[in-house]
C-alpha cells in the first residue's frame, strides 16, 4: 500500500492511503448520492484524476449534474480532463460479456495520472448491472483487483446493491475488499475485512511489543548513565588527590634550583602536563555537577567586558604559546549582565582555549561582543581545522570529538563544548556552532540576556578584523 493518503470525503472513513480498495453497500439511490458525491468532491480538490462508473439508480447524466450543483467549479475540472462519467456499458460489458480488460483499463487510467501530474486514481463502479450468472467471473475479478490496486496510486470505491445480494454474496465481497461501508440506522459504519482485522491486530501487538521494549531499553540506559556519571565523579575526585602533592613537588625542585639544565626541562614537563591534566580534572567535576543539577550560579551584576577580561587572562598563556594573534571587539558602552562571573569566564575561556588548539601555529582568533535587542551576543572565530557538518549538531554532546587530530596531541576528552552549552543554558542563553566545513575554521556565539540596553550599540571594532 503506498504510505501517501488523500481525505476520502465520507465521514465515516477519512483519511486512506493511496492503494486502498474499499466497498459499500446500499439500499437507495440517495445512499448513493450521500457518498459518492463528496467522494469525487475530495478527489477533485486533491488534484486526482476521477472516474464515475455509473448504473441503476443512478445513471450518468444524474451523477454529472450533482457534481455539478455541488461544485461551482466542476467546469473547470470537466475543461481539465481530470473527470469522467461512464455508463456501466461502455466501460464493463463489450458484447453483452464482462470484459476481461477492465483492471488494464484502470491501471491505463492510473499511469495516465500519474503521466499528466496528477495525484493519483480515484474511481468507483456500480455492480448493479450484475447478473447471478456473471457472479464468480466478477469475484475473480474482484480479487485481482484487490491484489493490483494495493500498489497502485489508486484510490477505488465500488458499490453492491443489498436488495441484489445473498448472505453468502456479502461474504464474497468483504473477502475482496479491504473494508466495507454499510447504512445501519440511519449511519454509515465500517465493515473489516477478517485479513485488514487480523492486520491491524498484529500491528497493535507489534506496537505494544516496541513500547515496551523502547521503555525497557529507556530504564537501562538511564541506570547505564547513572553509572557513568557516579563513576566520572568518582574518578575525577580520586585524580585530583594526588595532582597537588605532584605540582607542590615540582615547585620545590623550581625553588631549590639546579644547575643541570635537563632536570629543569624534565620539571617544566611535568608542571605543564599536571595543568593540562588539572584542567581535565577540573571539567569532569563540573560536568558530573551539571549532570546531577548541583551547580548554583552566583549570580551578581557584571558587565560583559569584565567577563572577556577574565577569560583572555586564563587562555592568554595557550594562545601565546602557539604565537596566536589575538583580535578583540567590544561595545564602548557597558552592557550589563545578571551571571555569575566564574562561570561566563570559564565559558569564554573554553571557547578561546578550544580556538588556539585547532588551529596550526601564528593563527588569527576573533573575540567580539555586541548589544541587540535585550541580549549581548559573544563571538569566538578562528583560521583552524573547522568542523565538518555532519558534526555540527553532535558538537555539544558529551564526550564527542570531531576527527582533530591536529589536537590531539594537546588532550581533551570531548567534555569542554558539552559544559559550554550546559553553563550558558544555565544562564538562560543559547550556544550555536558554525563552520564552512573541514579546514574553513569555526565560529562560535553565546547569546545571553543583558539587564539594560545600552544607549549606544556602536561597537569598538578593530582595523584587522575582517568582515
Same mark, same amino acid.
Given at each position: 500500500?503506498?504510505?501517501?493518503?488523500?481525505?476520502?470525503?465520507?465521514?465515516?472513513?477519512?483519511?486512506? /492511503?493511496?492503494?486502498?480498495?474499499?466497498?459499500?453497500?446500499?439500499?437507495?439511490? %440517495?445512499?448513493?448520492?450521500?457518498?459518492?458525491?463528496? #467522494?469525487? $468532491?475530495?478527489?477533485?480538490? @486533491?488534484?486526482?484524476?476521477? $472516474?464515475?462508473?455509473?448504473?441503476?439508480?443512478?445513471?450518468?447524466?444524474?451523477?454529472?449534474?450533482?457534481?455539478?450543483?455541488? $461544485? /461551482?467549479? #466542476?467546469?473547470?475540472?470537466?475543461?481539465?480532463? %481530470?473527470?469522467?462519467?461512464?455508463?456501466?456499458?461502455?466501460?464493463?460489458?463489450?458484447?453483452?460479456?464482462?470484459?476481461?480488460?477492465?483492471?488494464?483499463?484502470?491501471?491505463?487510467?492510473?499511469?495516465?495520472?500519474?503521466?499528466?501530474?496528477?495525484?493519483?486514481?480515484?474511481?468507483?463502479?456500480?455492480?448493479?448491472?450484475?447478473?447471478?450468472?456473471?457472479?464468480?467471473?466478477?469475484?475473480?475479478?474482484?480479487?485481482?483487483?484487490?491484489?493490483?490496486?494495493?500498489?497502485?496510486?489508486?484510490?477505488?470505491?465500488?458499490?453492491?446493491?443489498?436488495? &441484489?445480494?445473498?448472505?453468502?454474496?456479502?461474504?464474497?465481497?468483504?473477502?475482496?475488499?479491504?473494508?466495507?461501508?454499510?447504512?445501519?440506522?440511519?449511519?454509515? +459504519?465500517?465493515?473489516?475485512?477478517?485479513?485488514?482485522?487480523?492486520?491491524?491486530?498484529?500491528?497493535?501487538?507489534?506496537?505494544?511489543?516496541?513500547?515496551?521494549?523502547?521503555?525497557?531499553?529507556?530504564?537501562?540506559? +538511564?541506570?547505564?548513565?547513572?553509572?557513568?556519571?557516579?563513576?566520572?565523579?568518582?574518578?575525577?575526585?580520586?585524580?585530583? @588527590?594526588?595532582?597537588?602533592?605532584?605540582?607542590?613537588?615540582?615547585?620545590?625542585?623550581?625553588?631549590?634550583?639546579?644547575?643541570? !639544565?635537563?632536570?629543569?626541562?624534565?620539571?617544566?614537563?611535568?608542571?605543564?602536563?599536571?595543568?593540562?591534566?588539572?584542567?581535565?580534572?577540573?571539567?569532569?567535576?563540573?560536568?558530573? &555537577?551539571?549532570?546531577?543539577?548541583?551547580?548554583?550560579?552566583?549570580?551578581?551584576?557584571?558587565?560583559?567586558?569584565?567577563?572577556?577580561?577574565?577569560?583572555?587572562?586564563?587562555?592568554?598563556?595557550?594562545?601565546?604559546?602557539?604565537?596566536?594573534?589575538?583580535?578583540?571587539?567590544?561595545?564602548?558602552? !557597558?552592557?550589563?549582565?545578571?551571571?555569575?562571573?566564574?562561570?561566563?569566564? %570559564?565559558?569564554?575561556?573554553?571557547?578561546?582555549?578550544?580556538?588556539?588548539?585547532?588551529?596550526? +601555529?601564528?593563527?588569527?582568533?576573533?573575540?567580539?561582543?555586541?548589544?541587540?535587542?535585550?541580549?549581548?551576543?559573544?563571538?569566538?572565530?578562528?583560521?583552524?581545522?573547522?568542523?565538518? !557538518?555532519?558534526?555540527?549538531? &553532535?558538537? #555539544?554532546?558529551?564526550?564527542?570529538?570531531?576527527?582533530?587530530?591536529?589536537?590531539?596531541? %594537546?588532550? *581533551?576528552?570531548?567534555?569542554?563544548?558539552?559544559?559550554?552549552?550546559?553553563?550558558?543554558?544555565?544562564?538562560?542563553?543559547?550556544?550555536?556552532?558554525?563552520?564552512?566545513?573541514? *579546514?574553513?575554521?569555526?565560529? #562560535?556565539?553565546?547569546?545571553?540576556?543583558?539587564?539594560?540596553?545600552?544607549?549606544?550599540?556602536?561597537?569598538?571594532?578593530?582595523?584587522?578584523?575582517?568582515?
Amino acid at each position: 500500500m503506498i504510505e501517501r493518503s488523500s481525505d476520502s470525503g465520507i465521514q465515516a472513513v477519512g483519511q486512506v /492511503p493511496l492503494g486502498t480498495h474499499f466497498c459499500q453497500f446500499y439500499r437507495t439511490k %440517495q445512499d448513493l448520492i450521500d457518498t459518492l458525491v463528496p #467522494f469525487f $468532491m475530495a478527489g477533485l480538490r @486533491n488534484g486526482e484524476l476521477c $472516474m464515475w462508473v455509473t448504473s441503476q439508480p443512478l445513471e450518468a447524466a444524474e451523477a454529472e449534474a450533482l457534481l455539478a450543483a455541488a $461544485m /461551482p467549479e #466542476f467546469s473547470e475540472y470537466v475543461a481539465k480532463r %481530470q473527470i469522467e462519467i461512464w455508463d456501466y456499458r461502455d466501460w464493463y460489458l463489450i458484447n453483452g460479456e464482462t470484459s476481461a480488460g477492465v483492471l488494464n483499463g484502470w491501471i491505463e487510467r492510473e499511469e495516465r495520472a500519474c503521466r499528466e501530474g496528477f495525484s493519483g486514481l480515484r474511481l468507483t463502479g456500480n455492480t448493479f448491472w450484475l447478473e447471478p450468472g456473471a457472479w464468480d467471473a466478477f469475484m475473480s475479478y474482484e480479487r485481482a483487483v484487490n491484489e493490483a490496486f494495493c500498489q497502485r496510486e489508486i484510490i477505488a470505491l465500488c458499490s453492491y446493491c443489498l436488495d &441484489r445480494c445473498q448472505a453468502e454474496d456479502v461474504i464474497d465481497v468483504c473477502s475482496h475488499h479491504q473494508f466495507a461501508l454499510a447504512r445501519r440506522h440511519g449511519n454509515w +459504519e465500517l465493515m473489516e475485512s477478517s485479513s485488514l482485522k487480523i492486520a491491524k491486530d498484529d500491528l497493535a501487538r507489534l506496537n505494544a511489543e516496541l513500547e515496551q521494549r523502547v521503555t525497557e531499553r529507556t530504564a537501562e540506559l +538511564e541506570t547505564a548513565l547513572q553509572g557513568r556519571d557516579e563513576f566520572l565523579a568518582l574518578l575525577a575526585h580520586e585524580l585530583r @588527590n594526588p595532582l597537588a602533592p605532584i605540582r607542590n613537588a615540582t615547585q620545590v625542585i623550581r625553588m631549590l634550583g639546579t644547575p643541570d !639544565p635537563n632536570l629543569g626541562r624534565a620539571r617544566d614537563v611535568i608542571d605543564r602536563q599536571v595543568t593540562q591534566l588539572s584542567r581535565l580534572v577540573d571539567d569532569l567535576l563540573d560536568v558530573s &555537577r551539571v549532570t546531577h543539577g548541583r551547580v548554583e550560579l552566583r549570580r551578581e551584576e557584571i558587565e560583559l567586558a569584565t567577563v572577556v577580561t577574565h577569560a583572555v587572562e586564563t587562555s592568554r598563556p595557550l594562545i601565546d604559546s602557539r604565537r596566536h594573534t589575538l583580535i578583540l571587539s567590544l561595545p564602548l558602552e !557597558p552592557v550589563r549582565l545578571d551571571a555569575d562571573l566564574a562561570r561566563l569566564s %570559564q565559558v569564554v575561556g573554553n571557547l578561546l582555549n578550544n580556538a588556539a588548539k585547532y588551529m596550526d +601555529e601564528g593563527g588569527r582568533i576573533w573575540l567580539s561582543a555586541e548589544c541587540g535587542e535585550g541580549e549581548a551576543t559573544i563571538r569566538v572565530r578562528d583560521e583552524g581545522v573547522g568542523i565538518a !557538518p555532519e558534526m555540527l549538531a &553532535r558538537v #555539544f554532546d558529551l564526550f564527542t570529538q570531531a576527527d582533530r587530530s591536529l589536537a590531539r596531541s %594537546q588532550g *581533551g576528552l570531548g567534555i569542554g563544548l558539552a559544559l559550554v552549552r550546559s553553563l550558558v543554558d544555565l544562564h538562560g542563553g543559547s550556544v550555536r556552532a558554525f563552520s564552512g566545513g573541514v *579546514g574553513q575554521g569555526s565560529e #562560535f556565539t553565546v547569546t545571553l540576556p543583558v539587564q539594560g540596553v545600552p544607549a549606544s550599540r556602536r561597537g569598538r571594532e578593530a582595523a584587522t578584523l575582517p568582515s
